[in-house]
Structures are given as structure tokens and as C-alpha cells.
Nanobody
């Protein structure tokens, strides 16, 4: 059974940090790009970050660049999202997702439709 499971969410104050984890199982994901998305209340799902396969480059959404860091440890089947200097507008349900390799096709990593496996999501609330 292919599964992605997020953990580490919760309630924090503005300016604080939080680290999300995503463990994956049921498939070898080392060749996949692994990403994070979030869905704020009443809004559409938006791209947060992606880590390409095999220690490849990382990309970030404009609103989190410089504050969030994505990393992956495929030996442990785990991906992380280190979130620093959190703001109330970071409040959302955060999802991890897997983007399969497609040969020569360069995926549009900010597009959630490019991802074929999703976690159930985890709440992050930033409030004073």
C-alpha cells in the first residue's frame, strides 16, 4: 500500500519555528520529486516547496522562500519541511506529495496535478 504520512504540525506563535515530516512507504520514491503544498482556509491548494530526486535541486514558492527549507532522506523514506519565522498567513493544512519521473518531460512542479500520491494533510496554525 502506497502511503505518505505527515507529522509535526500544531499551533505556534508568530516568529516561531516548526518542522514537518513526511514518511513514505509502499513504493521506491527515490526517483520521485517530493513536494509540499498547503491549503489555507477558504483558499486553493498552493505550492510550497519541492525537492527533486537523487539530491537534486530544490524550489520554493515565493511566499516561503528564505524562511522554509525542504530536505529529504531517502534512506529513511522521510522528507522534511523546516519552517522558520512563521507568520499567521502560513496557517494552513500542509500536504506532502510525490511527483513521478516522466523521462524527458520536465514537470511543472508548482502544479498539484503533476503529483500522483498525497498524504492526508496536517494542520499548522500560527497565532498569537
Amino acid at each position: 500500500q502506497v502511503q505518505l504520512v505527515e507529522s509535526g504540525g500544531g499551533l505556534v506563535h508568530p516568529g516561531e519555528s516548526l518542522t514537518l515530516s513526511c514518511t513514505y512507504s509502499g513504493r521506491t520514491f527515490s526517483s520521485y520529486a517530493m513536494g509540499w503544498f498547503r491549503q489555507p482556509p477558504g483558499r486553493e491548494r498552493e505550492f510550497v516547496a519541492v525537492a527533486l530526486a537523487s539530491g537534486g535541486r530544490t524550489m520554493y514558492g515565493n511566499s516561503v522562500r528564505g524562511r522554509f527549507t525542504i530536505s529529504r532522506d531517502d534512506a529513511r523514506n522521510t522528507m522534511f519541511l523546516q519552517m522558520n519565522n512563521l507568520k499567521p498567513e502560513d496557517t494552513a493544512v500542509y500536504y506532502c506529495a510525490a511527483n513521478p519521473p516522466r523521462g524527458l518531460y520536465e514537470s511543472v512542479y508548482w502544479n498539484p496535478l503533476e503529483y500522483d500520491t498525497w498524504g492526508q494533510g496536517i494542520q499548522v496554525t500560527v497565532s498569537s
